[in-house]
């Protein structure tokens, strides 16, 4: 039997999603290419950025959660190119280089942070995609605090003490309630010198409201919440400067204002995979403002039925970039290529089934917005909980991380408290690497000039 090679670009919501609505085809030979090698719960990063649960409880391995699906191979690697002519991928890790032949593709590689065009301001206020930014992020929280016990003058104190979180939207809003749970909770009695409960947390967006996709009365809920919690929200105001120091935002007035504040968060904007500019160019098709294709209403490139974009790298009646969008959508597709196999009409349109949205301001208390229903309080955070739990991949991880929930939410504490010199230093140490220090797979001389995974397999297949 001649096998469809698929091949799926991301471990993420849609790469991983899509790959096992592909489980049961036997006549399907999926390779997964990812630039992690893990699958990210990207909704509890604040919660690893703020210590309540660890790195692996909303990352499993991809390997291992596919570990049973036998038509589906793992590979990790950055998809450096798309070649829609040829129709291979090309990857890289490491140094070495790997392509990737297809007949069908799904792109699923997400987007990035985006600072609206001052990516310097990232090194002073990074993001939060990654496992690296709520690691990184984690230390300069934590450490703020650490500062603030060694400060000398009362200035430097109340600049540790001060932390901003840019955008006020779900992961703005949930990490400003964090940071302030562990001021007045969490660290309260931890210090000696310093009284973590005096931190200011300034939670600030260009935009005039609290969470703009709920709703006024939501976002109104949200901003009363956080306000009670003691966090200075500020609407209207743009940020026009990040350093090491502080953050310079012009007011609603015009006027500009400098805050002295150590520890600054990103959390606005997002830019698609540079991979959507790469295969639109290619393509002659569209992208958007955010870099996201413009796909056929069926989420495939245009001209290119063999190609399917997903998620938050697909533009389409103005969807938005959550998680479901992008679990429906590799479903979807999952299911075209299936049909084709089976001599099937495709389905012409995706449909999305909006099962609403949710955020979480502080412990027992969130905003939701479920069809026509709007809510907020103790009912919205249990269910935000249980959905929670049933979207976190692996029982072993539903289990420590009701654990860990139960220790930050009932009790005051937080079990991830740790924080290492390279998570927090680490970055900065790598972008100053020149390319002859760039990591790299050692070569065994034995192997001659082999430079591929490739090449490599191939060698291996004509001495076997
Ligand atoms: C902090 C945060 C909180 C969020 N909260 C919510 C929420 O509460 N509810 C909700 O519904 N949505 C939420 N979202 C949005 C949601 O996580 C995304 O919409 C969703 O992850 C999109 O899925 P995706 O598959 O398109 O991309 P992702 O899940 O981002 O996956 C992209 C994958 O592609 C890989 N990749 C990227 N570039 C390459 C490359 N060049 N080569 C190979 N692999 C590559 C990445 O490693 C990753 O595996 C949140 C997002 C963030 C960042």
Do not use: C
Request: proline content about 4%.
């Amino acid at each position: 039997m001649s096998t469809h090679r698929v091949v799926v670009i991301g471990s993420g919501f849609g790469g991983l999603f899509g790959t096992q609505a592909l489980r049961r085809r036997k006549d399907v030979e999926i390779t997964l290419i990812a630039s992690t090698t893990h699958h990210l719960f990207q909704p509890l990063l604040y919660q690893v950025a703020t210590g309540i649960l660890s790195e692996g409880e909303i990352a499993p391995s991809t390997r291992e959660v596919l570990a049973r699906q036998r038509n589906a191979t793992v590979l990790l690697g950055t998809v450096t190119g798309v070649d829609l002519e040829a129709r291979t991928v090309t990857s890289q890790v490491l140094g070495r280089e790997r392509v990737t032949p297809y007949d069908s593709l799904l792109v699923a590689a997400g987007a990035g942070q985006s600072w609206f065009g001052n990516d310097e301001f990232a090194r002073h206020a990074p993001g939060m995609k990654s496992i690296d930014d709520a690691l990184e992020l984690r230390g300069r929280i934590f450490g703020a605090f650490e500062i603030a016990e060694l400060a000398r003058t009362p200035a430097e104190q109340e600049r540790a003490l001060t932390f901003v979180v840019v955008g006020a939207g779900p992961t703005g809003v949930e990490m400003a309630g964090q940071i302030a749970e562990l001021a007045n909770r969490t660290l309260r009695n931890d210090f000696r010198r310093i009284d973590p409960t005096k931190a200011r947390i300034i939670l600030l967006d260009a935009v005039d409201q609290v969470l703009p996709a709920f709703g006024d009365r939501l976002g109104e809920a949200a901003r009363a919440r956080l306000n009670r919690m003691g966090v200075d929200v500020r609407l209207g105001t743009t940020v026009t400067d990040v350093d090491a120091t502080g953050i310079t935002v012009t007011e609603p007035d015009g006027s500009s204002t400098r805050v002295e504040a150590l520890t600054k968060v990103w959390a606005a904007g997002v830019q698609a995979s540079p991979l959507g500019r790469q295969i639109a160019e290619q393509s002659g098709v569209e992208v958007d403002r955010a870099g996201r294709i413009k796909v056929l209403p069926d989420l495939t490139v245009p001209g290119h039925p063999e190609i399917y974009v997903v998620g938050d790298m697909m533009s389409l009646d103005d969807l938005p970039g959550v998680a479901q969008v992008a679990i429906q959508g590799a479903r979807f597709a999952a299911r075209q290529i299936t049909r084709r196999l089976d001599g099937k009409e495709t389905e012409p349109r995706f449909e999305y089934f909006d099962k609403g949205s949710m955020a979480t301001i502080s412990r027992f208390s969130a905003v939701a917005s479920i069809g026509r229903l709007r809510f907020s309080g103790f009912f919205a955070w249990v269910l935000w909980l249980a959905i929670h739990l049933v979207y976190i991949i692996g029982f072993k991880h539903r289990v420590t991380t009701l654990l860990h929930w139960a220790v930050s939410f009932l009790g005051r504490g937080r079990a991830q408290r740790v924080a290492t010199q390279q998570q927090v230093f680490g970055r900065r140490a790598m972008d100053s690497l020149t390319a002859d220090q760039a990591p790299s797979i050692p070569s065994d001389p034995a192997d001659g000039e082999v430079t591929g995974v490739a090449e490599l397999e191939d060698r291996r297949r004509t001495s076997a």
